[in-house]
């Protein structure tokens, strides 16, 4: 700046106040314009953020475990509590604004030597003018008022106040991103047990037929109608039966397990999975449109929210390099006697303004600049990368949709078929026709066709609650929750920092 215009802009920034913030530009989003088409028709965007949870999830026993979820999850306390805590610092940050007024007294005795003067032992106090003698004196004294206060005229402290707010706003998003992550899991955890029970299920039942087929071979060989290879292949399949039995058990156990960590306690003992699992439990989601990603996704909020941040935080370290400015103010009553500090006559004031400039830091300052804008370059990169990454989940789960219907439809015709042959097979077998290894060999298809079928029916729900999740889905019924959301916690006017 040159030399005639420094004292001008100083002016300015005395007058009204300065900003050293950069004008907020949102980026350009990196992700086309419209979701790639699949071969489905186009459905109307749906406002999936307004979609409470209780709405989308239908089953009742699904609700309860959500709702336990909410209340208990420990995960989500502590996100709970870090959105505290930034509140609570953007409180501290923007009372920073304000002078802080504080109350002081003070009693001494003291002795001075000869030819000395006593030091200042606070902002009002007398002093020894009398070098030609000793003396001891007693002060008492009790004095209100501000020191330091910063004037900002370069709006450092604002700048400060503003990134904190931000950061604040994006710690609550933070909070309702987890949230919405407790609610997926809590609905995917549900869909996999109740999935590995219905293929428990299954397995058992082809453990029973195994068992009663491999006892048909048994008697069959002791009357010498099968030879012993015959017979103990029969047998091998009761063994790999017994095997997805244990195997399945297992996952249910890790299942529950699992499920007791989410919801914060034990599964409850009332809990049923219903009778046919894959009933309609869930509300179909049609597709939104990429714009409205930034309104319905916490995490992206969040993204934007923190590159806000960055861009005060420019002003703040810009501001650095102007004059810091500072008042201080004091009114008390000073006196040598205890007696008389409130009588008439003991009245005192102090009144000071101070002011320092940046001379040399040897690149202290500069570095900050430096070292702010990187930050701003790095937040700026990862809103960009939370834009694309909730772009892509959401195509995948769209594509995931309009090519699992015809999947799930040919495995289930794979699944009539199956059973049609296995129904022949034992036809065939009572006839003669055909020896028992046939018949296992129909009823183990059969069984790979039902379980590919309940795991093909599994991925539909999951991709729907996935959806759910990556178009934003619950954004708006918890963001009315998060004021409040830890018991105790300040609402802090967020809006006031923007």
């Known amino acids: 700046m040159k030399p005639l215009l420094l004292p001008a802009a100083l002016a300015a920034c005395l007058l009204a106040g300065c900003t050293m913030e950069p004008a907020y530009q949102r980026p350009n989003l990196p992700v086309p314009d419209r979701y790639p088409a699949h071969g489905t028709a186009t459905e109307a965007p749906v406002q999936a953020a307004d979609l409470g949870w209780r709405d989308f999830f239908r089953d009742p026993a699904l609700q309860s475990l959500v709702a336990i979820a909410l209340e208990n999850n420990r995960d989500l306390r502590v996100a709970a509590a870090k959105m505290a805590e930034a509140r609570a610092n953007?409180?501290?940050?923007?009372?920073?604004?304000?002078?802080?007024?504080?109350?002081?007294?003070?009693?001494?005795?003291?002795?001075?030597?000869?030819?000395?003067?006593?030091?200042?032992?606070?902002?009002?106090?007398?002093?020894?003018?009398?070098r030609n003698k000793a003396s001891t004196f007693n002060t008492y004294q009790v004095q209100a008022g501000m020191t330091s206060y910063e004037l900002d005229f370069f709006g450092r402290q604002r700048a400060a106040a503003h990134a904190s707010g931000k950061l604040a706003?994006?710690?609550?998003?933070?909070?309702?991103a987890a949230r919405i992550a407790l609610i997926g899991e809590v609905a995917n955890a549900y869909l996999a047990l109740n999935a590995d029970r219905a293929l428990l299920q299954l397995a058992q039942q082809t453990l029973a037929t195994q068992q009663q087929h491999a006892g048909v071979m048994q008697k069959a060989f002791a009357d010498?109608?099968?030879?012993?290879?015959?017979?103990r292949r029969s047998q091998t399949q009761v063994n790999a039966a017994q095997v997805d039995v244990e195997d399945i058990q297992l996952r249910l156990a890790k299942d529950i397990n699992a499920m007791a960590v989410l919801i914060g306690q034990?599964?409850?003992?009332?809990?049923?999975?219903?009778?046919?699992?894959?009933a309609p439990l869930l509300t179909e989601v049609p597709a939104g449109l990429?714009?409205?990603?930034?309104?319905?996704?916490?995490?992206?909020?969040?993204?934007?929210?923190?590159?806000?941040?960055?861009n005060a935080d420019i002003g703040r370290a810009r501001a650095a390099f102007f004059p810091n400015i500072a008042l201080t103010a004091v009114l008390g009553t000073l006196s040598g006697n205890l007696s008389s500090l409130f009588s008439a006559g003991s009245a005192a004031w102090n009144g000071a303004?101070?002011?320092?400039?940046?001379?040399?830091?040897?690149?202290?300052?500069?570095n900050g600049l430096a070292a702010s804008k990187a930050r701003h370059s790095g937040a700026e990169a990862a809103y960009e990368g939370a834009v694309q990454q909730a772009f892509r989940e959401v195509a995948d789960a769209l594509a995931t949709r309009d090519h699992i219907v015809p999947e799930i439809k040919a495995q289930q015709a794979l699944v009539d078929e199956s059973q049609h042959v296995y129904a022949i097979s034992q036809v065939r077998f009572k006839d003669?026709?055909?020896?028992?290894?046939?018949t296992q060999d129909a009823q183990r298809s059969l069984y790979a066709a039902q379980q590919k079928m309940v795991s093909l029916e599994l991925d539909q729900a999951v991709n729907q609650v996935n959806l759910y999740k990556a178009l934003g889905g619950g954004w708006s019924e918890g963001r009315a929750?998060?004021?409040?959301?830890?018991?105790?916690?300040?609402?802090?006017?967020?809006?006031?920092?923007?």
């Not at 007294?105 to 106090?125: E, F």
């Not at 303004?353 to 500069?366: E, I, T, Y």
């Not at 003669?432 to 046939?438: F, P, Q, S, T, V």
């Open 481 to 498: 929750r998060a004021v409040g959301a830890v018991p105790g916690a300040p609402a802090a006017p967020l809006a006031a920092a923007r």
């Open 353 to 366: 303004a101070s002011a320092s400039v940046p001379l040399l830091d040897f690149g202290r300052r500069k």
């Open 290 to 310: 990429p714009s409205s990603l930034l309104d319905r996704r916490p995490d992206i909020v969040a993204a934007e929210d923190r590159l806000r941040a960055a």
């Open 266 to 278: 034990p599964l409850p003992a009332g809990y049923a999975s219903p009778s046919a699992w894959q």
């Open 432 to 438: 003669g026709l055909d020896d028992y290894i046939a």
């Open 90 to 130: 953007y409180g501290a940050t923007r009372a920073s604004l304000f002078p802080e007024i504080g109350l002081q007294g003070y009693a001494g005795r003291q002795r001075l030597p000869a030819m000395a003067q006593q030091p200042a032992n606070g902002l009002l106090g007398p002093i020894q003018n009398d």
């Open 169 to 176: 706003e994006a710690s609550a998003a933070d909070y309702q």
């Open 224 to 231: 010498g109608g099968v030879s012993e290879f015959d017979m």
